[in-house]
Every structure is written in structure tokens, then in C-alpha cells.
């Protein structure tokens, strides 16, 4: 079973920045379309950045020009560097691998992680 851990969430005011870290566990990693997910109180959980194996990004239009996805094989691992942060990004932030590289196709594939708080405030 992979793991997956997630983290480097924490409070931020808003026009803050956070960067996100998600380990996976799985050894061949870099065949997989990684994308990051995040689910506020009360709404159902959405993504938000996909990278495919290739490297090529897709980002949800409410996060687009603000967030950026990128991994790093060797360490296995996915990143989501957020900046100009507003409270509307206050959600649990989860990674996982998708069987689709399409933003709004949320289709994972591995057991979800615990997931990191992002809380935007003043």
C-alpha cells in the first residue's frame, strides 16, 4: 500500500505564501500523474494542480497564475508552491496520483494521506 504524507501547511495571512511537500511511498513514482486536492468544511474535496509524468501542469482557474505544481523523482515527492494566498485557499491540502490528468477529474489511485491544514486569516 503506498503512504503518502503531506505536509508544510500552517496559518498564513492572506498574500502569504506556504509550500507544500507530499512523500509517496511508491517506488516507480515518476510514471505517475501527481496532483495536489483540497477540500474546505462543508464542500466536497476538488483539485487543484495536476503534473503528469512529462511534466506538463494543469491548475484549477481559481488557483491559476498564484500556485505552482512540480516534483522531484528522485525524492519522490510532490510540491505546490502557493503564493498570494486568500482566504478562499483555507482547506485541508491532500496529494495523490490521478488516473487523470484533467483538472475537475478527481480519480485517485492510492489510499489518500492524512493531508495538511492550510488556514488563510487575518
Known amino acids: 500500500q503506498v503512504q503518502l504524507v503531506e505536509s508544510g501547511g500552517g496559518l498564513v495571512q492572506p498574500g502569504g505564501s506556504l509550500r507544500l511537500s507530499c512523500a509517496a511511498s511508491?517506488?516507480?513514482?515518476?510514471?505517475?500523474?501527481m496532483g495536489w486536492y483540497r477540500q474546505a468544511p462543508g464542500k466536497q474535496r476538488e483539485s487543484v494542480a495536476i503534473?503528469?509524468?512529462?511534466?506538463?501542469?494543469n491548475y484549477a482557474t481559481s488557483v491559476k497564475g498564484r500556485f505552482t505544481i512540480s516534483r522531484d523523482n528522485a525524492k519522490k515527492t510532490v510540491y505546490l508552491q502557493m503564493n498570494n494566498l486568500e482566504f478562499e485557499d483555507t482547506a485541508v491540502y491532500y496529494c495523490?496520483?490521478?488516473?487523470?490528468?484533467?483538472?475537475?477529474?478527481?480519480?485517485?489511485?492510492?489510499?489518500w494521506g492524512q493531508g495538511t491544514q492550510v488556514t488563510v486569516s487575518s
Open positions: 495523490n496520483a490521478d488516473r487523470d490528468s484533467r483538472i475537475g477529474s478527481v480519480q485517485p489511485m492510492w489510499t
Open positions: 511508491q517506488s516507480t513514482f515518476r510514471i505517475y500523474t
Open positions: 503534473i503528469t509524468a512529462g511534466g506538463s501542469t
